[in-house]
Protein backbone atom coordinates (compact mmCIF):
# COMPACT_ATOMS: atom_id res chain seq x y z
CA UNK A 1 0.00 0.00 0.00
CA UNK A 2 1.02 3.39 -0.79
CA UNK A 3 2.14 6.01 1.85
CA UNK A 4 -0.43 8.09 2.45
CA UNK A 5 0.96 11.54 3.31
CA UNK A 6 -2.41 13.44 3.40
CA UNK A 7 -3.55 12.81 7.19
CA UNK A 8 -2.07 14.11 9.81
CA UNK A 9 -0.12 10.88 10.32
CA UNK A 10 1.32 9.64 7.09
CA UNK A 11 1.10 5.83 7.14
CA UNK A 12 0.77 3.04 4.73
CA UNK A 13 -1.64 0.92 7.00
CA UNK A 14 -4.78 2.00 6.54
CA UNK A 15 -5.11 4.51 9.54
CA UNK A 16 -8.33 6.02 7.99
CA UNK A 17 -10.62 3.17 7.87
CA UNK A 18 -9.69 2.11 11.84
CA UNK A 19 -10.68 5.43 13.02
CA UNK A 20 -10.58 4.76 17.08
CA UNK A 21 -6.73 3.67 16.56
CA UNK A 22 -6.40 7.00 14.49
CA UNK A 23 -7.53 9.05 17.58
CA UNK A 24 -5.61 7.19 19.93
CA UNK A 25 -2.46 7.84 17.87
CA UNK A 26 -3.57 11.73 17.49
CA UNK A 27 -3.60 11.81 21.02
CA UNK A 28 -0.27 10.85 21.52
CA UNK A 29 1.34 12.62 18.83
CA UNK A 30 1.42 16.29 20.59
CA UNK A 31 3.13 14.07 23.36
CA UNK A 32 5.62 12.92 21.40
CA UNK A 33 5.94 16.67 19.72
CA UNK A 34 6.20 17.46 23.15
CA UNK A 35 8.74 15.49 23.85
CA UNK A 36 10.95 16.09 20.66
CA UNK A 37 10.90 19.80 21.71
CA UNK A 38 12.17 19.23 25.37
CA UNK A 39 14.78 15.84 24.55
CA UNK A 40 15.43 16.49 20.77
CA UNK A 41 18.24 18.21 19.14
CA UNK A 42 18.83 21.52 20.65
CA UNK A 43 18.53 24.53 19.25
CA UNK A 44 16.88 22.71 16.17
CA UNK A 45 13.50 24.32 16.01
CA UNK A 46 14.19 26.71 13.02
CA UNK A 47 16.70 25.29 11.19
CA UNK A 48 16.04 23.69 7.41
CA UNK A 49 17.91 20.60 7.13
CA UNK A 50 18.52 18.79 4.12
CA UNK A 51 16.88 15.05 4.98
CA UNK A 52 15.15 12.47 3.22
CA UNK A 53 12.01 10.93 4.17
CA UNK A 54 10.08 7.76 3.19
CA UNK A 55 7.98 8.09 -0.14
CA UNK A 56 7.51 4.60 -0.49
CA UNK A 57 8.05 1.19 1.06
CA UNK A 58 9.69 0.24 -2.01
CA UNK A 59 12.98 -0.76 -0.82
CA UNK A 60 14.60 0.96 -4.44
CA UNK A 61 12.25 4.44 -4.25
CA UNK A 62 11.50 5.08 -0.33
CA UNK A 63 13.96 8.54 -0.18
CA UNK A 64 12.98 11.54 -0.95
CA UNK A 65 15.29 14.10 -0.04
CA UNK A 66 14.29 18.14 0.45
CA UNK A 67 15.05 20.99 3.39
CA UNK A 68 12.46 20.43 6.03
CA UNK A 69 12.49 21.89 9.16
CA UNK A 70 12.64 18.94 11.70
CA UNK A 71 9.25 19.99 14.17
CA UNK A 72 7.21 19.82 10.44
CA UNK A 73 9.17 16.29 9.58
CA UNK A 74 6.44 13.76 9.04
CA UNK A 75 7.10 11.07 11.36
CA UNK A 76 4.67 7.93 10.43
CA UNK A 77 4.10 4.50 10.42
CA UNK A 78 5.48 2.22 7.43
CA UNK A 79 5.67 -1.62 7.24
CA UNK A 80 7.04 -3.69 4.28
CA UNK A 81 4.27 -5.20 2.37
CA UNK A 82 2.92 -8.35 4.00
CA UNK A 83 4.66 -11.57 2.68
CA UNK A 84 1.72 -13.51 1.04
CA UNK A 85 1.30 -17.08 2.91
CA UNK A 86 4.45 -16.22 5.07
CA UNK A 87 4.79 -19.10 7.64
CA UNK A 88 6.58 -19.25 11.37
CA UNK A 89 10.28 -20.12 10.65
CA UNK A 90 11.28 -21.87 13.48
CA UNK A 91 10.03 -22.81 17.26
CA UNK A 92 7.07 -24.51 18.21
CA UNK A 93 4.96 -22.87 15.48
CA UNK A 94 7.03 -23.71 12.68
CA UNK A 95 5.18 -23.86 9.10
CA UNK A 96 2.04 -22.73 10.84
CA UNK A 97 1.35 -19.36 9.38
CA UNK A 98 1.71 -16.18 10.77
CA UNK A 99 -0.18 -14.24 12.85
CA UNK A 100 -1.61 -10.96 12.89
CA UNK A 101 -2.86 -11.03 16.31
CA UNK A 102 -1.53 -11.39 19.40
CA UNK A 103 -2.37 -14.56 20.57
CA UNK A 104 -3.14 -14.05 24.53
CA UNK A 105 -0.89 -16.67 25.79
CA UNK A 106 2.31 -14.28 24.45
CA UNK A 107 0.78 -10.96 24.83
CA UNK A 108 2.84 -9.83 28.23
CA UNK A 109 6.28 -11.45 26.09
CA UNK A 110 5.90 -9.79 23.40
CA UNK A 111 4.67 -5.99 24.84
CA UNK A 112 7.74 -6.36 26.81
CA UNK A 113 10.21 -7.05 23.97
CA UNK A 114 8.29 -4.21 21.53
CA UNK A 115 8.52 -1.76 24.98
CA UNK A 116 12.39 -2.94 24.95
CA UNK A 117 13.06 -1.99 21.41
CA UNK A 118 11.32 1.16 21.40
CA UNK A 119 12.57 2.24 24.70
CA UNK A 120 16.32 2.25 23.01
CA UNK A 121 14.88 4.78 19.84
CA UNK A 122 13.88 8.13 21.72
CA UNK A 123 16.56 7.00 24.13
CA UNK A 124 19.45 7.48 21.68
CA UNK A 125 17.70 11.30 20.03
CA UNK A 126 18.22 12.37 24.57
CA UNK A 127 22.14 11.06 24.35
CA UNK A 128 22.58 13.60 21.51
CA UNK A 129 20.76 16.14 22.13
CA UNK A 130 23.65 18.05 22.52
CA UNK A 131 26.16 17.79 20.01
CA UNK A 132 24.71 20.00 17.33
CA UNK A 133 26.41 22.55 19.00
CA UNK A 134 29.97 20.96 17.74
CA UNK A 135 29.18 19.61 14.78
CA UNK A 136 32.35 19.23 12.85
CA UNK A 137 30.66 20.24 9.81
CA UNK A 138 27.35 20.78 8.03
CA UNK A 139 27.80 17.54 6.44
CA UNK A 140 27.90 15.94 9.67
CA UNK A 141 25.38 18.23 11.46
CA UNK A 142 22.48 16.86 8.76
CA UNK A 143 23.54 13.38 9.28
CA UNK A 144 23.13 13.42 12.98
CA UNK A 145 19.80 14.91 12.59
CA UNK A 146 19.25 12.01 9.69
CA UNK A 147 19.73 9.58 12.46
CA UNK A 148 18.08 11.50 15.26
CA UNK A 149 14.49 12.02 12.83
CA UNK A 150 15.10 8.62 12.21
CA UNK A 151 15.09 6.86 15.61
CA UNK A 152 12.10 9.45 16.27
CA UNK A 153 10.23 7.15 13.85
CA UNK A 154 11.63 4.06 15.14
CA UNK A 155 10.00 4.78 18.22
CA UNK A 156 6.33 5.66 16.21
CA UNK A 157 6.88 2.46 14.82
CA UNK A 158 6.71 0.91 18.03
CA UNK A 159 3.75 3.00 19.74
CA UNK A 160 1.88 1.73 16.52
CA UNK A 161 2.35 -1.89 17.39
CA UNK A 162 1.37 -0.83 21.00
CA UNK A 163 -1.67 0.75 20.39
CA UNK A 164 -2.92 -1.58 17.36
CA UNK A 165 -2.39 -4.45 19.06
CA UNK A 166 -2.11 -4.05 23.26
CA UNK A 167 -4.76 -1.99 24.24
CA UNK A 168 -5.02 -0.20 27.22
CA UNK A 169 -2.14 -1.52 28.44
CA UNK A 170 -0.37 -0.14 24.96
CA UNK A 171 -1.23 3.35 25.54
CA UNK A 172 0.35 3.45 29.05
CA UNK A 173 3.49 1.36 27.82
CA UNK A 174 3.29 4.17 24.63
CA UNK A 175 2.86 7.03 27.38
CA UNK A 176 5.60 5.11 29.45
CA UNK A 177 8.32 5.58 26.36
CA UNK A 178 7.89 9.48 26.69
CA UNK A 179 8.29 9.58 30.35
CA UNK A 180 11.60 7.97 30.69
CA UNK A 181 14.86 9.94 30.19
CA UNK A 182 18.60 8.79 29.21
CA UNK A 183 20.43 8.95 32.16
CA UNK A 184 17.62 10.02 34.81
CA UNK A 185 18.13 8.50 38.30
CA UNK A 186 14.43 7.84 38.91
CA UNK A 187 13.02 7.16 35.40
CA UNK A 188 16.43 5.71 33.34
CA UNK A 189 16.38 4.28 29.83
CA UNK A 190 15.93 0.18 30.25
CA UNK A 191 18.86 -0.23 28.79
CA UNK A 192 22.27 0.24 30.15
CA UNK A 193 24.09 1.40 27.23
CA UNK A 194 21.25 3.62 26.47
CA UNK A 195 22.28 5.57 30.09
CA UNK A 196 25.67 6.28 29.11
CA UNK A 197 26.59 9.93 27.91
CA UNK A 198 27.16 10.62 24.16
CA UNK A 199 29.10 13.95 24.82
CA UNK A 200 31.16 14.46 21.70
CA UNK A 201 31.67 13.30 17.72
CA UNK A 202 33.70 10.61 18.70
CA UNK A 203 31.48 8.71 21.00
CA UNK A 204 28.43 9.10 18.31
CA UNK A 205 30.19 7.96 16.05
CA UNK A 206 31.47 5.13 18.33
CA UNK A 207 28.17 4.37 18.99
CA UNK A 208 25.94 4.46 15.69
CA UNK A 209 28.76 2.24 14.60
CA UNK A 210 28.99 -0.28 17.63
CA UNK A 211 25.32 0.70 19.60
CA UNK A 212 23.04 0.91 16.18
CA UNK A 213 24.70 -2.40 15.25
CA UNK A 214 23.18 -4.00 17.89
CA UNK A 215 20.07 -2.18 16.62
CA UNK A 216 20.25 -4.06 13.62
CA UNK A 217 21.10 -7.55 14.98
CA UNK A 218 18.13 -7.33 17.10
CA UNK A 219 15.88 -6.00 14.57
CA UNK A 220 16.97 -8.88 12.19
CA UNK A 221 16.08 -11.34 15.01
CA UNK A 222 12.67 -9.55 15.25
CA UNK A 223 12.20 -9.45 11.92
CA UNK A 224 11.55 -13.16 11.81
CA UNK A 225 9.09 -13.04 14.17
CA UNK A 226 5.93 -15.50 13.39
CA UNK A 227 3.94 -11.46 15.00
CA UNK A 228 3.57 -10.44 11.60
CA UNK A 229 3.39 -6.71 12.02
CA UNK A 230 6.94 -6.12 14.35
CA UNK A 231 8.20 -8.32 11.53
CA UNK A 232 7.33 -5.82 8.87
CA UNK A 233 7.87 -3.25 11.17
CA UNK A 234 11.32 -4.41 11.68
CA UNK A 235 12.02 -4.78 8.16
CA UNK A 236 11.26 -1.58 7.24
CA UNK A 237 13.60 0.12 10.18
CA UNK A 238 16.43 -1.78 8.93
CA UNK A 239 16.25 -0.16 5.52
CA UNK A 240 16.61 3.17 7.47
CA UNK A 241 19.65 1.71 10.08
CA UNK A 242 22.01 0.98 7.37
CA UNK A 243 22.51 4.90 7.21
CA UNK A 244 22.74 5.00 10.83
CA UNK A 245 26.13 2.50 10.28
CA UNK A 246 27.34 3.95 7.43
CA UNK A 247 27.76 7.12 9.25
CA UNK A 248 29.40 6.10 12.49
CA UNK A 249 31.45 3.77 10.00
CA UNK A 250 32.62 6.69 7.62
CA UNK A 251 33.13 9.18 10.66
CA UNK A 252 35.83 7.02 11.96
CA UNK A 253 37.63 6.26 9.10
CA UNK A 254 37.95 10.04 8.22
CA UNK A 255 39.37 10.72 11.95
CA UNK A 256 41.77 7.99 11.25
CA UNK A 257 42.23 9.69 7.86
CA UNK A 258 43.41 12.64 9.26
CA UNK A 259 45.30 11.16 12.38
CA UNK A 260 47.00 9.38 9.65
CA UNK A 261 47.67 11.87 7.83
CA UNK A 262 48.85 14.59 10.12
CA UNK A 263 51.12 11.25 11.62
CA UNK A 264 53.08 11.08 8.45
CA UNK A 265 53.35 14.93 7.85
CA UNK A 266 55.25 15.72 10.84
CA UNK A 267 56.48 12.05 11.42
CA UNK A 268 55.29 11.70 15.20
CA UNK A 269 53.17 8.96 16.68
CA UNK A 270 53.86 9.54 20.70
CA UNK A 271 50.15 10.65 21.71
CA UNK A 272 51.41 14.16 23.35
CA UNK A 273 52.95 14.83 19.87
CA UNK A 274 49.65 13.71 17.25
CA UNK A 275 47.79 15.67 19.57
CA UNK A 276 49.35 19.16 19.16
CA UNK A 277 48.04 18.90 16.20
CA UNK A 278 44.54 19.00 16.52
CA UNK A 279 43.88 15.38 15.81
CA UNK A 280 42.74 12.48 18.04
CA UNK A 281 45.69 9.75 18.77
CA UNK A 282 45.27 6.20 18.10
CA UNK A 283 45.67 4.68 21.71
CA UNK A 284 42.41 7.31 22.38
CA UNK A 285 40.28 5.86 19.40
CA UNK A 286 41.54 2.62 20.86
CA UNK A 287 40.33 3.15 24.20
CA UNK A 288 36.71 4.55 22.72
CA UNK A 289 36.43 1.15 20.50
CA UNK A 290 37.17 -0.60 23.61
CA UNK A 291 34.21 1.26 25.98
CA UNK A 292 32.01 1.30 23.34
CA UNK A 293 31.92 -2.45 21.89
CA UNK A 294 31.70 -3.70 25.95
CA UNK A 295 28.80 -1.18 26.90
CA UNK A 296 27.28 -2.57 23.48
CA UNK A 297 28.02 -6.30 24.38
CA UNK A 298 25.83 -6.49 27.55
CA UNK A 299 22.76 -5.23 25.18
CA UNK A 300 22.65 -9.09 24.18
CA UNK A 301 22.05 -10.22 27.85
CA UNK A 302 23.28 -12.95 29.66
CA UNK A 303 24.83 -15.66 27.87
CA UNK A 304 22.43 -18.34 29.20
CA UNK A 305 19.22 -17.01 28.69
CA UNK A 306 15.63 -18.88 29.67
CA UNK A 307 14.15 -15.38 28.63
CA UNK A 308 15.92 -15.55 24.98
CA UNK A 309 14.54 -19.81 24.97
CA UNK A 310 11.19 -18.72 25.46
CA UNK A 311 11.29 -15.94 22.97
CA UNK A 312 12.54 -18.92 20.36
CA UNK A 313 10.43 -21.56 20.98
CA UNK A 314 7.31 -19.31 20.94
CA UNK A 315 8.14 -17.91 17.81
CA UNK A 316 8.70 -14.46 19.00
CA UNK A 317 12.34 -13.25 18.04
CA UNK A 318 14.33 -15.48 15.58
CA UNK A 319 17.98 -15.67 15.35
CA UNK A 320 19.74 -13.44 12.95
CA UNK A 321 18.69 -14.60 9.12
CA UNK A 322 16.92 -17.49 10.89
CA UNK A 323 15.89 -18.79 7.24
CA UNK A 324 19.51 -19.17 5.71
CA UNK A 325 20.60 -21.21 8.16
CA UNK A 326 20.41 -24.67 7.56
CA UNK A 327 19.19 -26.71 11.03
CA UNK A 328 15.84 -27.55 12.44
CA UNK A 329 15.15 -24.32 13.44
CA UNK A 330 14.27 -25.62 16.89
CA UNK A 331 17.29 -26.36 18.59
CA UNK A 332 16.10 -28.73 21.45
CA UNK A 333 18.49 -31.16 20.96
CA UNK A 334 21.41 -29.07 19.34
CA UNK A 335 23.95 -27.19 21.34
CA UNK A 336 26.48 -24.18 20.64
CA UNK A 337 30.29 -23.70 22.13
CA UNK A 338 29.97 -21.44 24.68
CA UNK A 339 32.87 -19.32 26.47
CA UNK A 340 32.04 -18.88 30.75
CA UNK A 341 34.23 -17.70 33.47
CA UNK A 342 34.48 -20.47 36.20
CA UNK A 343 35.55 -17.99 38.95
CA UNK A 344 39.03 -18.45 37.89
CA UNK A 345 39.46 -18.96 34.23
CA UNK A 346 38.01 -18.49 31.32
CA UNK A 347 36.73 -21.95 29.95
CA UNK A 348 35.34 -23.39 26.41
CA UNK A 349 32.35 -25.32 26.71
CA UNK A 350 28.95 -26.13 24.82
CA UNK A 351 25.36 -25.34 25.99
CA UNK A 352 21.93 -25.97 24.85
CA UNK A 353 21.65 -24.04 21.66
CA UNK A 354 18.04 -22.92 22.88
CA UNK A 355 19.52 -21.57 26.01
CA UNK A 356 21.96 -19.27 24.33
CA UNK A 357 20.54 -17.60 21.50
CA UNK A 358 21.94 -14.04 23.16
CA UNK A 359 25.44 -15.37 23.16
CA UNK A 360 25.07 -16.34 19.31
CA UNK A 361 23.31 -13.51 18.29
CA UNK A 362 26.18 -11.12 20.11
CA UNK A 363 28.50 -13.76 17.95
CA UNK A 364 27.29 -12.78 14.85
CA UNK A 365 27.33 -9.29 15.67
CA UNK A 366 31.23 -9.58 16.96
CA UNK A 367 31.72 -10.96 13.32
CA UNK A 368 30.02 -7.72 11.81
CA UNK A 369 31.90 -5.34 13.92
CA UNK A 370 34.88 -7.42 13.54
CA UNK A 371 34.99 -6.66 9.13
CA UNK A 372 33.98 -2.72 9.87
CA UNK A 373 37.42 -2.51 12.12
CA UNK A 374 39.32 -4.38 9.22
CA UNK A 375 38.33 -1.79 7.13
CA UNK A 376 38.98 0.61 9.16
CA UNK A 377 42.72 -0.46 9.58
CA UNK A 378 42.53 0.09 5.74
CA UNK A 379 42.72 3.11 6.13
CA UNK A 380 45.52 3.42 8.35
CA UNK A 381 47.48 0.74 6.26
CA UNK A 382 47.04 2.88 3.11
CA UNK A 383 48.18 5.77 4.98
CA UNK A 384 51.19 3.44 5.89
CA UNK A 385 50.37 3.48 9.22
CA UNK A 386 51.91 0.10 10.70
CA UNK A 387 49.22 -0.03 13.61
CA UNK A 388 46.04 -0.93 13.54
CA UNK A 389 42.65 -1.46 15.97
CA UNK A 390 41.63 -4.11 17.56
CA UNK A 391 38.53 -5.12 18.79
CA UNK A 392 39.03 -5.87 22.76
CA UNK A 393 37.80 -9.88 24.38
CA UNK A 394 34.10 -10.20 24.63
CA UNK A 395 35.11 -10.76 28.27
CA UNK A 396 36.42 -7.10 28.81
CA UNK A 397 34.29 -4.50 30.88
CA UNK A 398 31.47 -6.53 30.79
CA UNK A 399 28.50 -5.89 33.40
CA UNK A 400 25.70 -8.18 32.12
CA UNK A 401 26.16 -12.07 32.21
CA UNK A 402 28.99 -14.57 33.40
CA UNK A 403 31.86 -12.39 32.87
CA UNK A 404 30.47 -9.33 34.76
CA UNK A 405 32.24 -11.18 37.93
CA UNK A 406 35.54 -11.35 36.24
CA UNK A 407 38.80 -9.19 35.32
CA UNK A 408 39.93 -9.64 32.20
CA UNK A 409 42.40 -7.70 30.31
CA UNK A 410 41.07 -6.62 26.60
CA UNK A 411 43.47 -9.28 24.66
CA UNK A 412 41.70 -11.78 27.45
CA UNK A 413 43.34 -12.33 30.51
CA UNK A 414 42.06 -12.73 33.99
CA UNK A 415 43.75 -10.46 36.30
CA UNK A 416 43.00 -9.83 39.75
CA UNK A 417 40.38 -6.47 40.55
CA UNK A 418 43.66 -4.83 41.68
CA UNK A 419 45.89 -5.86 38.65
CA UNK A 420 42.94 -4.93 36.10
CA UNK A 421 42.23 -1.60 37.98
CA UNK A 422 46.02 -0.44 37.83
CA UNK A 423 45.90 -1.01 34.10
CA UNK A 424 42.21 0.81 33.59
CA UNK A 425 43.98 3.75 32.33
CA UNK A 426 45.52 2.01 29.82
CA UNK A 427 42.42 0.21 28.16
CA UNK A 428 39.20 2.63 29.00
CA UNK A 429 39.03 6.22 28.01
CA UNK A 430 40.35 8.53 30.83
CA UNK A 431 39.55 12.22 32.12
CA UNK A 432 42.55 13.54 30.01
CA UNK A 433 41.59 11.69 26.93
CA UNK A 434 37.93 13.31 27.17
CA UNK A 435 39.04 16.45 27.50
CA UNK A 436 41.33 16.37 25.11
CA UNK A 437 38.45 15.03 22.77
CA UNK A 438 36.18 17.54 24.06
CA UNK A 439 39.14 20.26 23.10
CA UNK A 440 38.62 19.62 19.53
CA UNK A 441 34.56 20.19 19.70
CA UNK A 442 34.40 23.52 17.64
CA UNK A 443 31.48 23.94 15.78
CA UNK A 444 32.32 24.13 11.62
CA UNK A 445 29.13 25.18 10.18
CA UNK A 446 30.93 27.04 6.87
CA UNK A 447 29.70 24.77 3.78
CA UNK A 448 32.60 22.50 2.48
CA UNK A 449 34.80 23.03 5.53
CA UNK A 450 35.50 20.32 8.39
CA UNK A 451 37.39 20.42 12.38
CA UNK A 452 40.72 19.49 12.16
CA UNK A 453 40.23 16.25 13.36
CA UNK A 454 38.38 14.79 10.59
CA UNK A 455 38.53 14.29 6.99
CA UNK A 456 35.66 15.25 4.83
CA UNK A 457 33.92 12.59 3.23
CA UNK A 458 34.28 10.82 -0.07
CA UNK A 459 31.21 12.20 -1.70
CA UNK A 460 28.16 14.19 -0.52
CA UNK A 461 24.49 13.34 0.97
CA UNK A 462 22.28 12.73 -2.59
CA UNK A 463 25.95 13.56 -4.33
CA UNK A 464 25.38 17.09 -3.83
CA UNK A 465 28.29 19.29 -4.42
CA UNK A 466 31.14 20.04 -1.23
CA UNK A 467 29.80 22.81 -0.24
CA UNK A 468 26.17 22.42 -0.07
CA UNK A 469 24.33 23.77 2.70
CA UNK A 470 23.19 20.64 3.97
CA UNK A 471 21.48 22.92 6.92
CA UNK A 472 20.51 26.42 6.91
CA UNK A 473 20.33 28.26 10.07
CA UNK A 474 18.01 30.91 9.84
N1 LIG B 1 20.72 -3.51 30.60
O1 LIG B 1 17.91 -13.28 30.03
P1 LIG B 1 18.57 -11.95 30.13
C1 LIG B 1 18.59 -0.22 18.99
C2 LIG B 1 17.88 -7.64 31.99
S1 LIG B 1 19.45 -1.36 19.98
C3 LIG B 1 19.79 -3.63 31.58
O2 LIG B 1 20.01 -11.87 30.25
P2 LIG B 1 17.09 -11.26 27.89
C4 LIG B 1 19.16 1.13 18.86
C5 LIG B 1 16.74 -8.34 31.28
O3 LIG B 1 15.74 -7.41 30.86
C6 LIG B 1 18.41 -2.81 19.99
N2 LIG B 1 19.11 -4.77 31.84
O4 LIG B 1 18.18 -11.01 28.98
C7 LIG B 1 20.53 1.32 18.82
C8 LIG B 1 16.27 -9.32 32.31
O5 LIG B 1 15.41 -8.68 33.24
P3 LIG B 1 14.38 -9.55 34.16
C9 LIG B 1 17.41 -2.83 21.15
C10 LIG B 1 19.36 -5.84 31.07
O6 LIG B 1 15.77 -10.86 28.40
C11 LIG B 1 21.05 2.60 18.74
C12 LIG B 1 17.54 -9.70 33.05
O7 LIG B 1 18.47 -8.65 32.79
N3 LIG B 1 16.49 -3.92 20.98
O8 LIG B 1 17.59 -0.54 18.46
O9 LIG B 1 17.27 -12.56 27.24
C13 LIG B 1 20.21 3.69 18.65
C14 LIG B 1 18.14 -11.02 32.60
O10 LIG B 1 17.85 -11.14 31.25
C15 LIG B 1 20.31 -5.80 30.03
C16 LIG B 1 16.41 -4.99 21.79
O11 LIG B 1 17.11 -5.10 22.76
C17 LIG B 1 21.00 -4.58 29.81
N4 LIG B 1 21.93 -4.46 28.84
O12 LIG B 1 17.67 -10.25 26.79
C18 LIG B 1 18.83 3.49 18.69
C19 LIG B 1 15.41 -6.05 21.41
N5 LIG B 1 20.35 -7.02 29.45
O13 LIG B 1 13.64 -10.43 33.23
C20 LIG B 1 18.31 2.23 18.80
C21 LIG B 1 14.43 -6.41 22.47
C22 LIG B 1 19.49 -7.80 30.09
O14 LIG B 1 15.25 -10.29 35.12
N6 LIG B 1 15.04 -6.87 23.69
N7 LIG B 1 18.87 -7.11 31.07
O15 LIG B 1 13.54 -8.45 34.77
C23 LIG B 1 15.40 -8.17 23.93
O16 LIG B 1 15.28 -8.99 23.07
C24 LIG B 1 15.90 -8.53 25.30
O17 LIG B 1 15.22 -7.76 26.22
C25 LIG B 1 17.42 -8.34 25.53
C26 LIG B 1 17.76 -8.92 26.91
C27 LIG B 1 18.21 -9.01 24.42
C28 LIG B 1 17.79 -6.87 25.57
FE1 LIG C 1 16.48 2.80 15.70
FE1 LIG D 1 19.70 3.47 14.45
Known amino acids: MAIDYSSTIPNNVDLASNKQLQRALEHWQPGYLAWWREMGPVDSTPW ?3 LRTAVSVDPKGWAHFDYVKMPDYRWGIFLTPPEPDRKVGFGKHRGEPVWNEVPGEYRSTLRRIIVTQGDTEPASVEQQRHLGRTAPSLYDLRNLLQVNVEEGRHLWAMVYLLHAYFGRDGREEGDELLARRSGDEDKPRILGAFNERTPDWLSFFMFTFLTDRDGKYQLAALAESAFDPLARSTRFMLTEE ?9 GIARIL ?3 AEIMKQHNVEAPDQVRRHGVIDLDT ?8 FSVTLDLYGSEVSSNASTF ?3 GLKGRFEEDKIDDDHELSTRDYPLLT ?10 ENALMTLNERLRDDYIVDCQAGVDRWNKVLARAGIARALTLPHKAFHRKIGVFSKAFVSPTGEVLSEAAWRAREAEWLPTKEDEAHVQSLMGRVIEPGKYAS ?5 LRGVNNMAPDFA ?3 FN
Not at 242 to 250: D, K, P, Q, T
Request: aromatic content about 18%; proline content about 5%.
Open 48 to 50: DVY
Open 312 to 314: YRE
Open 341 to 350: FDGARLVEGR
Open 257 to 259: QRT
Open 242 to 250: AHHLFVGES
Open 453 to 457: YIAPP
Open 470 to 472: YVR
Open 285 to 292: LQRYLNFH
